[in-house]
């Protein structure tokens, strides 16, 4: 709800000199301080609002100028191809379209592509219902001096550094998996096409499952958090009526609560898998960071693109001719093309399903 | 009504899919709380044996000795946080709820500011540093120091205290705006003391979580801040800054155990520092919420 | 839409005008230490009197030494500050490049194309590094022999047991079981990579040194089971996690691998022989090198014709810019490579022995000390 532009307070028309009672200078100067004030609110609000678009730009920019020698020089190889080849960084330099680069190399980036989408997919697949139900566990069902002690457990979740957390899946959570819940399934697990990809060989607990589990508690709590504002948004009138009307709780979840802040939910889970596809330490440490390699089932080692940055980056440096930075920049460009998309796509869910105008979940 | 019959929505059906409703999201509370747990009490074990109190107050020398100049390096890049990305993001929360003009240009530009927002919180960490590393330590010479550092925090955080702002407002009835301005105040006047002020909590908590989200950053302080055995001097360029992730990247793959050791504590220090300040963002709440209408449980 | 004032770009220009002149006011404070001619071995200057800070970053493997190096440093000079990181060879060679530190670290000497960029780069020897082959076999506590051919193949997958013909020939009298090998590389751009697959190189040129070559990272063939690993540390811990496991670790890491239950193997050396990393084999390798060792430092010392000689034994370098923006700065560097190199200081095996590397051959010194005094 936008006030209008119209101050409320608007500057009387008085002669100018110092008066006393409504035409006092000191009633005049506060008018005229309120509504430049206004003007000041709206100046650096406007301001700081562009900062996000400003910075985002900025640096799509400086990712364009040093991704421009391997945008160049890889062209469409870079999003098909499955080679990343840094070439002999110690050898002979060779130029393509005139630019410098050793001899050898060339980047191709489609198995990190793959990663990237297979491991922030894997992470919303699970945090969505997950988020939802322990937000409506925190909500409706347990009584308040339950809820506000776990309701905190979760906001640390949010807060643990994401170093951490990769350490703690490196160390504690994959070799766990690997012992005790991949063998599980991968023995039990039909040996039928699709379910394929859930048998052995189940290596040691870094690879994909390990990731999108990682990812997924490290989303979680953005998608509770939300979901919990919303869920509490949500009119008590229209739910205590159909309560009063014999409907269950899950069919008021499911029939009243959900599709009320359904929009919401999207923005939330959009945030969340905008931090997936961007989360670089923790999946660095429990992917198995491979570059070249598409995990073959799903606990087999891959790599995502930022996790790729992240341990190339040094590795880059080596290559005097700055191809492989270039190529890493060009990595990055394309996680946020993806990020983009995946942004459009769920602004148009949104449009499409809230019809309604609902009120909650505005601005989301 | 189709629960009067008793086919397969009947009433067992029904009464089934309502426990199986109660236990799954219990479960799913489970899910989300037993790791949470478990990794808190992975972290206190691991650096509990070890621990000594002297790591509080001295600074590491080499790979050995205490961590107390990355937790100075820490707050001080979590303080400058607080500055400059608490500024901006609240300004922004309060400009894209309450200022933007109605019209379809600015709810266009609305729309366009809280698309670059998100897109922006999905740019990874990594990628930031790298251009603040190639614009500002080595483009404009800053070297590793404390402005870079805090700056690329800030456009890290930004997003997630403007929105915060932005849904803490969207919780204040609308009938205090209305009442204000029946009364005349100006839209800044019940801006500054009626809505803000009833959104304290929102804003506060989404402030608070930020900081912790910043101070648990390791990918982009690498490029930016450097790292360092002295306290931070207050220079804003040329003089790196320890902080305490640093530690717990750098030192677990040391080939020493007391470097090991010194990683644990650092993450123990960084846990207990993030429930601080979640529990003081609670005590603020509580408190506003005291002399609000109302309050949210 | 509400007007923008005149006033909207001032603040900019005020801000870039700010900047401007903060970054240009940098430390150009000229002391008038006499630095004189070329030091002669084994002499250090002092420092200036003038509080200075030098900051370090780079290679891993250098890092534990300038860790151990920096407060030694520090205690007879108090008023200099080292600030140190570990960060990667090639973020050394980087910063060190564009002056974003002062002395840089790397495993690895410079290619051609990173002198190119900036051609005042030196890279002077500081120590002398190993690295070991380390292994996890249950049952099996003997220093296994293997060559460069057989790890080529090992890492191409093509030897894919432990108790294969090629592993078993060189090993008579050692019974290995069967079990799979899993072969760990790492997942960071390393200066053990390097020299790793340097060693594989030059024994296996025909296979390995045509298709995968050495750098300090390369496109490692895919292996059944093979794992990447993030730093030596990360090596250590995912080796002792699988049975079956080799992996090539630096030797300053020795006595945690030795504490995980790993063992490390005898390599073959470019002169025949199979070799333990003992300080004599690394000394018989070094001596080879050191009257080859060309004035700018730059060689590998792996896999020389020595029939005892350590044959995986590098160079640990300092990259310094040799024009520097100060002369007080650069009269610190100087100070502190001196005392570095030194073998009544740095290169002493006080400081070495505690992460098993081995000091400079004499001639060596002499040569970084020339490259140490053209810092200017």
């Not at chain 1, 009138?237 to 959900?258: D, Y």
């Not at chain 2, 478990?38 to 074990?45: K, M, Q, R």
């Not at chain 2, 709820?97 to 990874?124: C, M």
């Not at chain 3, 990259?319 to 002493?348: F, Y």
Request: proline share 6%; aromatic share 8%.
């Amino acid at each position: 709800m936008a006030l209008t532009g119209r101050d409320a307070g608007a500057v009387p028309a008085s002669p100018p000199g110092l008066g006393t009672g409504r035409n006092s200078v000191f009633r005049r100067m506060s008018s005229f301080g309120r509504s430049h004030e206004t003007w000041a609110w709206k100046w650096t609000g406007w301001a700081a609002a562009a900062v996000p678009l400003f910075a985002l730009t900025f640096t799509v920019i400086v990712l364009l100028v040093k991704a421009w020698p391997s945008i160049r020089v890889n062209g469409g190889f870079f999003v098909s191809g499955s080679a990343w080849k840094p070439g002999n960084t110690y050898g002979a330099t060779v130029y393509t379209h005139g630019v410098a680069h050793p001899l050898g190399s060339s980047y191709g980036a489609w198995p990190l592509i793959v990663g990237t989408l297979q491991t922030s997919g894997i992470a919303v697949v699970l945090a969505l219902p997950i988020s939802l139900g322990a937000a409506f566990a925190l909500t409706e069902q347990l009584p308040s001096w339950l809820a506000r002690p776990l309701a905190f457990a979760v906001e640390i979740l949010a807060g643990i550094p994401s170093v951490i957390i990769g350490l703690w899946g490196v160390l504690t959570l994959g070799p766990y998996l690997a012992q005790h819940v991949y063998p599980i399934i991968a023995d039990h697990v039909p040996d039928v096409p699709v379910l394929r990809y859930f048998r052995n060989p189940v290596g040691h607990g870094e690879g994909l499952a390990t990731s999108g589990i990682v990812l997924a508690l490290m989303i979680i709590p953005i998608i509770t958090a939300t979901t919990r504002d919303l869920f509490v948004q949500v009119p008590p009138l229209p739910k205590e009526g159909a309560i009063a009307l014999g409907m269950t709780n899950s069919e008021v979840a499911r029939r009243m609560t959900i599709p009320w802040v359904r929009s919401g939910i999207i923005g939330a889970t959009v945030l969340g898998l905008g931090r997936a596809l961007g989360e670089t330490i923790a999946v660095a440490m429990v992917s198995g960071a491979a570059l070249n390699t598409i995990a073959p089932n799903i606990y087999g080692t891959m790599g995502t693109i930022a996790a790729a940055i992240v341990t190339q980056l040094d590795s880059a440096y080596t290559d005097g001719t700055g191809f492989a930075v270039s190529a890493l920049a060009e990595a990055a460009l394309v996680l946020a093309a993806i990020t983009i998309a995946a942004n459009v796509i769920a602004r148009l869910i949104i449009n499409r399903t809230s019809r309604n105008g609902a009120p909650v979940g505005r601005g989301i | 009504m189709s629960m009067m019959t008793r086919d397969a929505t009947g009433t067992r059906g029904r009464r089934m899919r309502e426990l199986a409703f109660r236990g799954m999201t219990l479960l799913a509370l489970v899910l989300v709380v037993g790791p949470a747990a478990w990794i808190l009490i992975g972290v206190v074990a691991r650096a509990v044996p070890h621990w000594q109190w002297s790591v509080l107050v001295t600074p590491t020398s080499g790979a050995t000795g205490g961590l107390s100049q990355d937790i100075v390096g820490t707050l001080v890049l979590m303080a400058g946080v607080l500055v400059v990305a608490g500024t901006l993001g609240i300004l922004a929360g309060v400009y894209l709820s309450e200022l933007a003009p109605p019209t379809s240009s600015g709810r266009a530009g609305g729309r366009l500011f809280r698309s670059a927002t998100e897109v922006l919180s999905g740019v990874p960490s990594i990628t930031l540093g790298f251009v603040a590393y190639v614009a500002l330590v080595v483009g404009l010479h800053w070297g590793f120091s404390l402005l870079p550092a805090v700056i690329v925090l800030s456009v890290m955080v930004i997003p997630y205290i403007a929105k915060s702002t932005e849904t803490a407002l969207s919780q204040v009835p609308t009938g205090y705006r209305e009442g204000a301005e029946a009364l005349g105040m100006s839209p800044s006047y019940s801006l500054r003391k009626i809505v803000i002020r009833s959104a304290i909590p929102g804003v506060v908590t989404g402030l608070l979580l930020a900081l912790a989200i910043a101070g648990g950053e390791t990918a982009p302080l690498l490029l930016t801040a450097g790292n360092t055995s002295s306290y931070p001097t207050g220079a804003l360029l040329h003089q790196p800054i320890g902080y305490l992730t640093y530690p717990v990247w750098t030192f677990y793959n040391y080939p020493s155990d007391q470097a090991h050791y010194l990683a644990y504590d650092a993450a123990l220090i960084l846990v207990v520092i993030v429930m601080v300040l979640l529990v003081v963002s609670r005590v603020i709440v509580a408190r506003t919420q005291r002399h609000a209408e109302g309050g949210r449980g | 839409m509400f007007r923008l004032t005149r006033g909207k770009w001032i603040l900019p220009v005020v801000l870039a005008g700010t900047i401007a002149a903060a970054c240009s006011s940098n430390s150009s404070s000229s002391t008038t230490t006499t630095t004189g001619a070329a030091a002669a071995v084994g002499a250090i200057e002092s420092p200036p009197a003038a509080a200075t800070t030098l900051s370090e970053t780079g290679s891993t493997l250098l890092y534990p030494l300038w860790n151990i190096w920096a407060p030694a440093y520090q205690q007879k000079y108090p008023q200099v500050t080292i600030n140190t990181a570990g960060t990667g060879s090639g973020t050394g060679i980087s910063d060190a490049s564009n002056g974003t530190v002062d002395i840089g670290s790397s495993d690895a000497y410079l290619s051609n194309s990173q002198v190119a960029a900036r051609p005042t780069l030196l890279n002077i020897p500081l120590a002398i590094s190993i690295q070991v082959i380390a292994y996890n076999i249950p049952g099996v506590s003997a220093h296994v022999k293997l060559s460069g051919k057989v790890l080529s193949e090992i890492y191409q997958g093509k030897i894919t047991t432990w108790n294969d013909p090629a592993i078993a020939s060189a090993n008579p009298g050692l019974t290995l079981p069967s079990i799979p090998i899993v072969a760990l590389h790492r997942s960071d751009g390393s200066g053990d990579t390097f020299i790793f697959t340097q060693y594989l190189s030059k024994q296996d040129a025909t296979g390995w040194g045509a298709s995968v070559s050495y750098g300090t990272t390369v496109q490692w063939p895919s292996t059944p089971g093979g794992l990447a690993e993030n730093g030596n540390g990360g090596m250590v811990t995912g080796c002792k996690a699988t049975p079956g496991c080799i992996a090539y670790v630096g030797i300053s890491f020795l006595s945690q691998l030795l504490g995980d239950g790993l063992n490390y193997g005898q390599l073959l050396s470019g002169g025949g022989n199979y070799v333990l990393p003992t300080p004599t084999a690394v000394q018989a390798e070094a001596t080879f090198f050191a009257p080859r060792t060309p004035a700018n430092g730059t060689i590998s010392l792996v896999n020389g014709p020595v029939a005892d000689g350590y044959p995986i034994i590098n160079y640990e370098y300092a990259i310094v810019d040799s024009q520097q923006q100060s002369t007080s700065t650069a009269t610190a560097i100087r100070s502190l490579l001196q005392w570095a190199i030194s073998p009544t200081n740095g290169n002493s095996s006080q400081y070495l022995s505690q992460v098993n590397f081995q000091p400079l051959p004499t001639t060596v010194v002499a040569q970084s000390t020339k490259q140490i005094a053209s810092i200017k």
